[in-house]
């Protein structure tokens, strides 16, 4: 993994394990080591992978940080239920 320094811009790459076609909604959250948590608009990459960029302005602590990806799928008679991406992605910022 290369090093994200406090301040840096960078993109999450969550893969879920799972095909995301016929879904909708793809977001990943984020927690800061202070315990803010937040939540970035994703993108489906190679069908199973969710994206999202976090902001430098986004991107304001040292620490751990914890990434969970998000999607929304259209059920048939149950209407539409959400998967979220239950492992928990972690990366040290500097």
Known sequence: MAKIYKGQPFTILIDTGQTLSGGSA??????????????????VTDTTKLSGAILGATNDESGVWYFQGKYTFSGDAAGTYTETHNETIYAPIK
């Open 26 to 43: 793809p977001l990943v959250y984020y927690k800061k080591p202070s315990g803010t948590t937040g939540e970035v608009v994703a993108t």
